[in-house]
Structure formats: C-alpha cells, structure tokens
T-cell receptor, first 112, second 114 residues
C-alpha cells in the first residue's frame, strides 16, 4: 500500500538557519507533490506544488526538490524566522487525482 | 474574497447524537472535499462532491456518515449516532476544477464527542 513518511516528527532550528524537511514515499509514482503549512487549530495552507518533471521549485525563501528516483522531496526554508514555526505537510498525488494523501507532518520550531 | 467557510468551528456532542458540519466553498468553486484529521494522525480524504453529485466517497466510513452538496446552500457532512472515535477535526476544501487545481482548505470544524 502507499506509504508517505515525513522524517522527524519535530525539528528545532535556530533563527536564521536553513530548515530542511524530508518527505519519502513508497509504492507510489506521483505525478506531482504539494507542500502545505498548518498552524495549530487552523486548516492547511497551500505553499508549493512541484511536478515529476521538475527538479526544483522556488518561492521567496522556500525551495522544494523532487527526486523520483529516490522517491523523495525535500522542503527548504532559508533564513528561517520564528514565524515559520508550524507543521509542514507533504502530499504526493497521481496524475489527474483530486484525492490528496498527506504525510503526518513535521512540526518545525524556529528558536529566536 | 471570502475563503472556504466552515461552521461550527467547535461542536460538542454526546454519544448517540447527530453532528452536522457545514461548508461553503470559495466563490466560483464547484468542487468540495472533506478530510478528517484524527489526533496524532495525518489528514485523511473522506469524500469528493460536485454540485448535487457525490463523485468519490471511498474514504467515508460505510455507516453513520453521509455527505451532500445541494444545488443551493452549503455542503453538509452528517455523522449520525456519534461515538468517541469520531472526535476529530473535519476540514472542508474547495477547488475551481479537479486534478491539479490547487485546493483551498477551511479552518476546520472540531468535533468532540463526550
């Protein structure tokens, strides 16, 4: 069955450093992968989508990579700030799929 | 531009009662999805609806749960005879189209069964 693993349930980093979050998937060949941010008591907010034929995507301080050989996506936040503290969810999806399958998320804490 | 609106935000029900959760999609969106987030679990897909049609309910428990998206009015997720295990956050999302269209989530309805 499909399995999505987000390594590290929790990640603590110092303000200003780069946070790197990992999403691994097995028994799956997603056509694209999305990253969301979720704050406590709130709904997920879409951040970035990367397609299988894209190696890297950037948006401001965010960078996502997608390695279909390793079956892995990395999510980077550069120059991290305390306001970046949240849980980050990855969701790989098949082509034409409307159904998102989420990992359990990584809780990021950026320490001032 | 209002986002996806869910109500109630918090709902407490006694075992055996019914819970009704409402979702108004973003303006112009005709695709609605319901997801459930159990404590310490990831978000799980429940059902996908378009106006007056259930497209995919493969994630819905077979009993006690139902969903609708009428021609007029919000989408409703109904849970009959609630049990403690139904305590969770229920998120609605909407999109303009299906597939690769970005979906936008509401703030969730947090159901507690006592």
């Amino acid at each position: 069955s499909q399995k999505i693993e987000q390594n590290s349930e929790a990640l603590n980093i110092q303000e200003g450093k780069t946070a790197t979050l990992t999403c691994n998937y097995t028994n799956y060949s997603p056509a694209y992968l999305q990253w969301y941010r979720q704050d406590p008591g709130r709904g997920p907010v879409f951040l970035l989508l990367i397609r299988e034929n894209e190696k890297e995507k950037r948006k401001e301080r965010l960078k996502v990579t997608f390695d279909t050989t390793l079956k892995q996506s990395l999510f980077h936040i550069t120059a991290s700030q305390p306001a970046d503290s949240a849980t980050y969810l990855c969701a790989p999806s098949g082509a034409g799929s409307y159904q998102l399958t989420f990992g359990k998320g990584t809780k990021l804490s950026v320490i001032p | 531009n209002a986002g996806v609106m869910q109500n109630p935000r918090h709902l407490v029900r006694r075992r055996g009662q019914e819970a009704r959760l409402r979702c108004s999609p973003m303006k112009g969106h005709s695709h609605v999805y319901w997801y459930r987030q159990l404590p310490e679990e990831g978000l799980k897909f429940m059902v996908y609806l378009q106006k007056e049609n259930i497209i995919d309910e493969s994630g819905m428990p077979k009993e006690r749960f139902s969903a609708e998206f009428p021609k007029e009015g919000p989408s409703i997720l109904r849970i009959q005879q609630v049990v403690r295990g139904d305590s969770a956050a229920y998120f609605c999302a909407s999109s303009q189209g299906a597939g690769l269209d970005t979906i936008y989530f509401g703030e969730g309805s947090w159901l507690t069964v006592v």
